[in-house]
């Protein structure tokens, strides 16, 4: 086999066979193939597509390079959740803890941020102590013990995902449906849940920016997550306003407790209770009701067991940025567009995100919301306050933040998109 005719296979929209696929991902990930051959495949991915077939057999051929788990040792059910991404996504943080307290182990794989969406792991590292870093053993002693866990995915499931995700990244070829499907699939499959939630993201703030190509992603893996004996459910959730009031990795930690405290913004709070039912449905599991298990403490609780097993303090002070700049409304009336693109790339040149994977990110960095669409404003009151360690940083953040609002005259008729859009 040569790279080169699979190149041209689907540089002319043909169709690549089981075994162009089985040997090219094979001949990648031991470093046969050059990283530009693998960006002129992707970037033919990207532009000719490939059909259900061949979408199955990639993932098939990315699990197949590396390890696969198991949980079979655990007496509860599994259940995880995956989002595509977006700005203000901190749902994970009170879903993993709340799941758990209703009865299921809830394994939680997740990354880092990488340009203008936030990552789970670079927003528990505000706190201090916590590591996301767990051997094979220790990831199960902690879900075993806690009944969830937050952590880094090992070195060892699907490594040739982790070689292609950072080079689509690099090569303008990250948003191609069947590439998003089998690199998010492929490492769900190979970690070894029972069941899976895909929450797809849709709007400016997500990789899929309309709904129609939102509903291709989420079938393509509820498809291949189904085939593979996991029972895979999607939800279509709206990403073109940041979720809650904060984008950010402490500021996310923060209101993340408020939830769990049952306090919390409302969309964060009805996105962790519809996601979380439908994990336990999922799972099988009956009669748990999560709305009480917020209130009653008890999901909270395993957030402290979880957040300690893991070497972090859920008592300690959450880091705070050295300096504030704060954006006042430049008119009276009601805010009908709050966009979360210009949002998230605000907090990341802020110092939230990276630009690079080995750049560091700042805890405090990022972005407060005082409204969201729908809400009266009043000309000069805070819309929103930048955080940063770099006041350097805020006239570059602030570029991002010119056209990303909208203020309509007082008594206008405004209904916000729903969360939960399929
Ligand atoms: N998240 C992933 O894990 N892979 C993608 O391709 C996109 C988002």
């Not at 940041?242 to 049952?262: C, K, W």
Request: proline letters at 5%; one cysteine or more.
């Amino acid at each position: 086999m040569d790279v080169i005719s699979v190149i041209r296979t689907k540089r002319d929209r043909g169709e690549l066979s089981p075994e162009q696929i089985d040997w090219v991902i094979d001949a990648y990930t031991r470093g046969e193939v050059a990283d530009e051959q693998m960006s002129a495949l992707a970037m033919a991915i990207l532009l000719n597509g490939m059909n259900r077939t061949e979408i199955a057999r990639w993932t098939a051929a990315m699990i197949a390079s590396g390890e696969r788990m198991s949980f079979d040792t655990l007496t509860r059910p599994t259940a995880d959740k995956h989002s595509t991404g977006g700005v203000g996504d901190k749902i994970t943080l009170p879903l993993a803890p709340l799941v758990a307290a209703c009865g299921a182990a809830v394994p939680q794989l997740s990354g880092r941020g990488l340009g203008h969406t936030g990552g789970t792991l670079d927003k528990l590292e505000s706190i201090p102590g916590w590591r996301a870093l767990l051997s094979n053993e220790e990831m199960l002693h902690v879900l075993d013990t806690t009944g969830a866990v937050i952590c880094a995915a090992g070195d060892g499931l699907a490594p040739a995902d982790k070689k292609l995700y950072a080079l689509r990244d690099v090569t303008g070829t990250v948003e191609a449906i069947p590439l998003i499907a089998s690199s998010i699939m492929s490492k769900k499959i190979a970690e070894g849940t029972g069941s899976l939630v895909l929450d797809v993201k849709v709007g400016t703030g997500a990789f899929m920016k309309n709904i129609e190509d939102a509903r291709e992603l989420a079938s393509t893996m509820v498809a291949l997550g189904t085939d593979s004996g996991v029972k895979t459910v999607a939800l279509l959730t709206d990403m073109s306003t940041p979720l809650g009031l904060t984008a950010g990795n402490a500021l996310e930690v923060r209101e993340s407790i408020e939830v769990l405290a049952g306090g919390g913004p409302a969309d964060v709070v009805e996105l962790t209770l519809a996601l979380a039912r439908e994990m336990l449905a999922a799972a099988g599991i009956e009669g748990a009701d999560p709305a009480k298990a917020l209130a009653d403490g008890s999901a909270m609780d395993v957030w402290r067991r979880m957040i300690s097993a893991q070497g972090g303090d859920p008592d300690a002070d959450l880091p705070i940025a050295r300096e504030q700049h704060v954006v006042t409304a430049p008119a009276s009336g009601v805010l009908t567009r709050l966009d979360a693109y210009d949002i998230g790339v605000a907090a990341w040149r802020l110092g939230a995100g990276r630009a690079r994977k080995e750049d560091p990110v700042q805890a405090g960095a990022g972005v407060e919301l005082h409204a969201k669409p729908g809400d009266p404003v009043t000309a000069g009151q805070p819309l929103l306050t930048l955080h940063t360690d770099t006041p350097e940083k805020f006239a570059y953040a602030l570029q991002s933040l010119g056209s990303s609002y909208d203020i309509a005259p007082a008594g206008t008729e405004f209904t916000a998109p729903p969360i939960v859009r399929g």
